[in-house]
Structures are given as structure tokens and as C-alpha cells.
């Protein structure tokens, strides 16, 4: 294999800590293998290197790139490859052997973290006396907070003090007592969860020098991948057993550090490995081998305004093929169905096209419009729309409406599993199992379901009957509206009648959860009164796509558009991606309410999604004359977002000025006119 001159110094680094600044796509993977293969032909001890990845699947890419490397080179020794994870267990089982720490057995199954987790929020819920029941998003938004605690090393309470930097807000209090009964609970039942296989160790050898020192000096050679997303557990696991002796050399990219609700901040590769490790070389493999230079000037564009970077350019190597960048306003009903028959027409599969989303909810009118038109399509990571909890709330209301609950969905769901999902939609004070048995007896008596549950709020506690009863007065005025009327309007009198935004704005963990479901249920909202349809028809027509939808759920077309976070795209890519979604407050997140840390972390967000395109990037947003004046008059760089329903990743990133500007390149020309910004001026001298 060919290397860049910039591969071959960090290949043939001598001796040493050296620090790695890597862009997208710039063949990081195949210049460590490189590097481990001249370790070895240097005559280093295979046993004494030790290569750390993030998770299994790039540790075993890595392990069968090694190995064919070593194979090509007629080297038979074997390097071993881990995850930190990996290194954190095999100290475990090494400290448990001394009795160092108790022993105790590893869970690895998500729901034993989910059930720990609700049995502490509960525990803290009724200690703090909070009269409210804990629901599934909260039982998610307090792991990712028990995670946030478990990358640190310090002590819980101080974490949480500086939880709202990382998760970006601040978890509500009972989060940091629950914590404590997670623990309790975890100790009780002699449980190890992933998140304490690097924390644990960490801890135990912080808190003891002389075995801090019996575990160090074991290596001769660390070799880190995807550094920007290393948290303080992990540091501090690679300074213990580093120690003094072994040479660390880490890779990765702080532009591409999007995991910080796992405890990753820039900071640990633009300023704390130097701290960490004296002496470190510094380098950088600027150059992108996925993408042409079009997107790799609108990444740049994107990302410059930074402050917590290292001052890199990613630039595309001349052969790589143009990549074409494509701007559209979302006010086109078929516009999704337009981009992907394009593509398919130029010879394209459907399996080469995936929308990346910020919010899951941002991909609902991707995803409607899709079903409508029988292309297939996949989520990763999310439910789709028809299987979402609030959407099957508001279907049960409206068939409540229309006098069609007793009927089931195309899926099977009868009036038990709706009328569930309408007693946790809002929240009526019950734990999903009470709603459950409430629901099912409805579904199995004669009375009326008004009746069923006005008899079984007799039987709760004073609270909760009082809320329960006024969700009976609910369902009675619900119940009241005309079938015949329009979608929309029963809709809207729905979410009126029940205080549904207020409800979700203060039930949900986050406010970034509450404004999720919100735009889930506006997706619904839109879908009706774009269609005009009464109510029965509009039920009739979500039968369809809901039967659509669980087909290709049950059975995954082998050929079918893809649509996940930008967070579980990292480190992919696709010859065409889609990003929806693109209005302030929503991406980025809260927009003008984005502290200078959070809207930095979005910009690394926006930049991870477009360096994810090799032929294809669209980014879609709504209609917002501003920017098109911006964009037209060359002051994209002066957009004032206030105010702007676009995103203002859109004037930053400058598509106009980076697809023209990347064409001239491609023909050889240099980009001259409104093309001339400061990063093309920069790009230009970076290339020379």
C-alpha cells in the first residue's frame, strides 16, 4: 500500500510519545497497522505492545488487518489488540485475584443496567416523596448519567455539578441520590456492569501508590485509536499502566468528538495528552481519501469557528472523485422520493443511501413519505414512527374519536397494548405494569372503558384515582369530537384537551427527550393536514403504513434506505447521505439557548454527518428567506441566527462558495471570486 508523506512519519515515528491529529477518512486504521508492523521489523516484543480500541467491532477489523499485514511481511508474531473495556477486565480479574476488590459477576445484558436503574430512581423518587412514576425515558437519561460518573474519577457530587457541560443540561437532582442506591443495589447483588470494568480498576489503583506502582511499566508500546473520545477513567487507566516506560501513541480527531455524554471533551487530545506525556510529537494526517474537496471545504467552513481545536484542515487528495453538495428547502412533499429515484436511475441501490439524523424525530417526515411510496427502509437505534409510544397514544385517541379502540392495529395491538400506552400518554401517575393491569381488565369486562377506569381510580391511591379520573373526563370530551371532522383539527383538540406539550415538557428527563417527542407528535400532526383527511380515513391510511412499517420490520428488505443517529454513524460512511432536519433549535439543539460548549459540540455533530458522504451530501432544512439573501449576497458569514427557522450550520459551512470552489479544484483552476473565504485561502496554501 501507498502512504502519504504524512502516514510515513507517523509509520516510522523513532522513539517516544507521539499525539496524532487524524481527519476523516484519512486511512488512520491502515497507518497503525503500518506502525505496529514496523515495531515489530524493529525488533520490539510483540508481547510488551498493546493496541486499544473503542468497542469489538473495530478491534476486530484491526486484529484482521494486523494479522494480513504481518502475514504479507512474513511476520508471525501476534500483537495483542483489546478494547478498553477488554483491558479494564483482564485488571479486574488481576485485582480480584490478590483481593484487591470483591469479586463479582459480569452483566452485560442491558436490561440488568435498566433494571438497577429504575429500582434506584424509584428508591429516591419515594424517599424524596415525589408522588410520580418513573418512566422509561427518565430510566435512560439516569443511565446516561450513572455513565457520565463512572467515565470520571472524581466524586459523584462533583460530577454532577458539571453533568449539565457534558449531558447538556443539568439532571434533575434525584439523579445524584439515585446514583447512591445504584450503587447500593449493585454492591447488594454482587453485579459488574460494562460501565465499571474501566472505572473500578481505575479507582482501586488511584486510591493505593504502592499497587499503582506493581501495575505499571508492563509495556514498551500503547497505541491508542479514536483518542477524541477518551474520558478521565480511560486517561487515567493509560497513565497506570503506561507508567514511565512505555512510548503512547495516540490517534484521533477533537473535530470529530461526539460522544461527550460518555465523558470525551477535545481537551484530552488538543491539550491534556501533552500534559499527560511530556515530550510528545505532534502529528497530523490531514488528508481525506473518502470525499472530494467540495465537502472537505464545507466540513472546514463548518468547524473553524471552533475554539477547542487543534487548527487542522481536512484535505481531500486530488484523485478522489468530486463529491456534489445539494441544498434543498423541505417545502417539496416528494422530495425524498425525488433524491432516491434520482439515484437509483443513475444505477444506484437503495443501500447506498442513509439519512442521519440529530433527533430521531427530524427523519418522521423522511420516513412518512418513504411508507407512502413503498420504498423500503431500515432504522437503526429508534423505533419507527408507528411504533413509537406517543404516536400509538394519539392513534388510540383518535380511534377513541371515531369509535374504533376496540378494533386492533394491522400489528396485532389491541385495546389492552393502546389503552396502556394511553394512560402513560401523559403520564397519569401510573408505572407502566399498574397501567398494564388496568388496561387489560378494561379490555376483558363489559363495562365501558369510562366505567372500567372510573372503578379502578377507587382502587388507587388518593393521587393517583384523582389523576386517573381526570383522564376519564378526558376520554369523555375526546370522545365527544366528530369522527367526521378533520384529522388535523381532532388532532389538535386532542393535544389541547389533554395538556400534551406541557405534559411532555415536564414529564420527559431532558428537556432534549421532551422536545423529541413533541416533534414526533407535530410529524402527525403535519402528515394529517397535509392529507385533508376526515378521521376515519386518516386512520384507515396509518393502518396501511403501519402494517407497511411492521413488514418491513419483521422481515428487513435485503435492499433499503437507512436512517440513524449521526452518533452511531461515526467512523461509517455511504455514497449518499441525507441530513434533514437542519432548523435552529433543533440542529443545532436549542439553538440560541446553546451555551458556547454545547453549540460547539453540535458543530462537531454537523461536521462527523457530512464527512460521512462520498459521491452525495443533501442537507435539507426549511424555508427561510434570510439565509437564501445571505447566501445569494456572499454574507453567509454575517447570518445572524436570531431568529433563522434554517440552521446556521447552513451559512457556516457555505455550500455555494465550498461546491463551487471544490470544482475548480477538480478542473485544475484556482477559486477565485465570492469563492476566495479565509479557509479556501488557507485550504489552498494547506494543498501547496
Known amino acids: ?62 486484529e484482521q488487518r494486523l494479522a494480513a499485514a504481518a502475514r504479507q511481511a512474513g511476520l508471525a508474531a501476534e500483537v495483542p489488540v483489546q478494547t478498553f473495556h477488554g483491558a479494564g477486565y483482564r485488571l479486574l480479574q488481576r485485582l480480584e485475584a490478590e483481593g484487591v476488590v470483591p469479586r463479582r459477576r459480569l452483566e452485560t445484558g442491558e436490561w440488568v443496567g435498566q433494571r438497577l436503574a429504575r429500582s434506584a430512581l424509584e428508591a429516591a423518587v419515594e424517599g424524596g416523596g415525589a408522588g410520580q412514576a418513573v418512566d422509561d425515558d427518565e430510566v435512560a437519561a439516569f443511565q446516561a448519567f450513572v455513565d457520565v460518573v463512572k467515565a470520571d474519577t472524581r466524586d459523584p457530587g462533583v460530577v454532577y455539578d458539571e453533568a449539565a457541560e457534558l449531558l447538556g443540561e443539568r439532571p434533575p437532582r434525584r439523579h445524584l441520590d439515585a446514583y447512591h442506591h445504584f450503587e447500593a443495589l449493585r454492591h447488594e447483588q454482587g453485579v459488574r456492569l460494562l460501565s465499571d470494568l474501566v472505572h473500578e480498576p481505575v479507582q482501586a489503583l488511584l486510591a493505593d501508590g504502592a499497587l499503582a506502582r506493581r501495575f505499571r511499566n508492563h509495556f514498551d508500546h500503547l497505541i491508542l485509536d479514536e483518542y477524541q473520545d477518551i474520558n478521565e477513567a480511560q486517561q487515567q487507566l493509560i497513565r497506570c499502566i503506561a507508567g514511565d516506560r512505555a512510548a503512547v501513541m495516540a490517534v484521533g480527531d477533537p473535530d470529530q468528538c461526539v460522544y ?42 463548518a468547524v473553524v469557528r471552533n475554539r477547542q481545536r487543534d487548527g487542522k484542515l481536512c484535505l481531500a487528495v486530488p484523485d478522489n472523485p468530486a463529491t456534489a453538495i445539494h441544498r434543498y428547502a423541505d417545502s417539496d412533499p416528494e422530495l425524498y422520493r425525488r433524491i432516491i429515484t434520482a439515484h437509483q436511475e443513475a444505477g444506484g441501490r437503495l443501500s447506498d443511501v ?40 394519539l392513534l388510540g385517541y383518535l380511534r377513541h374519536a371515531a369509535g374504533l379502540l376496540a378494533e386492533p392495529l394491522p400489528d396485532g395491538t389491541g385495546l389492552a397494548g393502546l389503552l396502556t400506552e394511553m394512560l402513560m400518554l401523559p403520564v397519569a401517575g401510573l408505572r407502566r405494569q399498574e397501567a398494564q393491569g388496568i388496561a387489560r381488565e378494561c379490555a376483558g369486562g363489559c363495562l365501558s372503558v369510562g366505567r372500567c377506569l372510573a372503578e379502578a381510580a377507587g382502587g388507587l391511591p388518593a393521587w393517583k384515582g384523582k389523576r386517573l379520573r381526570r383522564r376519564v373526563a378526558s376520554l369523555e370530551a375526546i370522545g365527544r369530537l366528530g369522527g367526521d371532522d378533520l384529522a388535523a383539527d381532532v388532532l389538535d383538540e386532542i393535544v389541547g384537551e389533554l395538556g400534551l406539550y406541557e405534559a411532555l415538557a415536564g414529564s420527559a428527563p431532558s428537556a432534549e427527550a421532551a422536545a423529541d417527542r413533541i416533534m414526533t407528535v407535530d410529524a402527525l ?6 392529507g385533508g383527511w376526515g378521521v376515519a380515513a386518516f386512520l384507515e391510511r396509518c393502518d396501511e403504513l403501519l402494517a407497511r412499517s411492521a413488514q418491513w420490520q419483521e422481515a428487513p428488505p435485503a435492499e433499503a434506505v437507512r436512517v440513524t443517529s449521526i452518533h452511531r454513524a461515526k467512523g461509517l460512511e455511504w455514497p449518499v447521505v441525507i441530513i434533514p432536519g437542519l432548523a435552529e433549535g433543533a440542529f443545532p439543539y436549542r439553538g440560541e439557548e446553546a451555551s458556547p460548549a454545547a453549540l460547539e459540540a453540535e458543530r462537531r455533530l454537523f461536521y462527523v454527518a457530512v464527512t460521512r458522504a462520498q459521491q452525495r451530501l443533501y442537507l435539507i432544512h426549511p424555508p427561510d428567506p434570510r439565509l437564501e439573501r445571505a447566501l445569494s449576497s456572499g454574507r453567509a458569514e454575517r447570518f445572524d441566527p436570531r431568529g433563522a427557522t434554517a440552521s446556521r450550520f447552513i451559512a457556516e459551512a457555505q455550500p455555494a462558495c465550498s461546491a463551487a470552489a471544490g470544482a475548480a479544484l477538480h478542473r485544475g483552476e484556482r477559486p477565485g471570486g465570492r469563492a476566495q473565504t479565509r479557509v479556501v485561502r488557507d485550504y489552498l496554501a494547506a494543498l501547496a
Open 525 to 530: 400532526r403535519r402528515f394529517a393536514a397535509g
Open 354 to 393: 442513509v439519512a442521519l439524523v440529530r433527533l430521531y424525530s427530524l427523519a418522521a417526515p423522511l420516513e412518512l413519505e418513504l411508507l407512502e411510496a413503498g420504498v423500503p427502509l431500515r432504522l437503526e437505534g429508534r423505533a419507527g414512527l408507528f411504533q413509537r409510544r406517543e404516536i400509538r397514544a
Open 260 to 301: 461527550q455524554w460518555r465523558g470525551a471533551r477535545p481537551e484530552y487530545l488538543v491539550h491534556r495528552f501533552d500534559a499527560d506525556f511530556p515530550g510528545a510529537a505532534s502529528y497530523t494526517l490531514p488528508h481525506t481519501f473518502r470525499f472530494g474537496h467540495a465537502v472537505a471545504l464545507l466540513g472546514n467552513h
Open 1 to 62: 500500500m501507498a502512504f502519504t508523506c504524512a502516514q510515513r512519519r507517523v509509520i516510522e515515528h523513532e522513539a517516544g510519545h507521539a499525539r496524532v491529529s487524524a481527519a476523516a477518512g484519512s486511512g488512520k486504521t491502515a497507518t497503525l497497522v503500518a506502525r505496529v508492523i514496523t515495531l515489530l521489523r524493529r525488533g520490539a516484543d510483540p508481547a510488551r505492545i498493546r493496541v486499544l480500541m473503542f468497542n469489538r467491532s473495530a478491534r476486530a477489523d484491526f
